[in-house]
């Protein structure tokens, strides 16, 4: 029975749901990027190579498939930079409520002190 507890504890923690959440998003954001560089950024990608490459996608050097190797970083920085963005605004978000918080006064300071001694 403990241990189904512990799990159930586990599993109701706000950080699992918050990633959780997290996964899902980041799921369906990758989706949205990739469409938006097959459809997007690598027929752009396409009509600015010499020769004007259709499927940029199936460009090759011998045996190596470069073209999807182009298209998979596009896509990594992409999802990288977007996610650094996202996470620049949170911190932004963070700065300006712990700067939102008042200085205590030397009153409420010695009363704090009091009350700390007191719990010893």
């Known amino acids: 029975m403990?241990?189904?507890k512990e799990f159930k504890e586990f599993a109701?923690?706000?950080?699992?749901?918050?990633?959780?959440?997290?996964v899902v998003i980041g799921?369906?954001?990758g989706n949205i990027i990739t469409a938006m560089v097959?459809?997007?950024?690598?027929?752009?990608?396409?009509?600015?190579?010499?020769?004007?490459?259709?499927?940029?996608d199936k460009v090759k050097i011998g045996p190596l498939k470069i073209g999807l190797l182009i298209h998979s970083i596009l896509e990594f920085v992409i999802i990288a930079f977007a996610l650094f963005l996202l996470i620049k605004l949170m911190n932004s978000f963070k700065k300006k409520e712990e700067a939102a918080a008042p200085e205590l006064s030397k009153s409420e300071e010695?009363?704090?002190?009091?009350?700390d001694a007191l719990k010893k």
């Open 38 to 56: 097959d459809s997007v950024i690598m027929p752009l990608v396409a009509i600015a190579t010499p020769g004007g490459i259709d499927e940029f």
């Open 2 to 4: 403990g241990f189904l």
């Open 27 to 29: 799921g369906a954001f």
């Open 110 to 115: 010695l009363l704090i002190e009091i009350r």
């Open 12 to 22: 109701m923690r706000g950080n699992v749901i918050d990633l959780a959440v997290g």
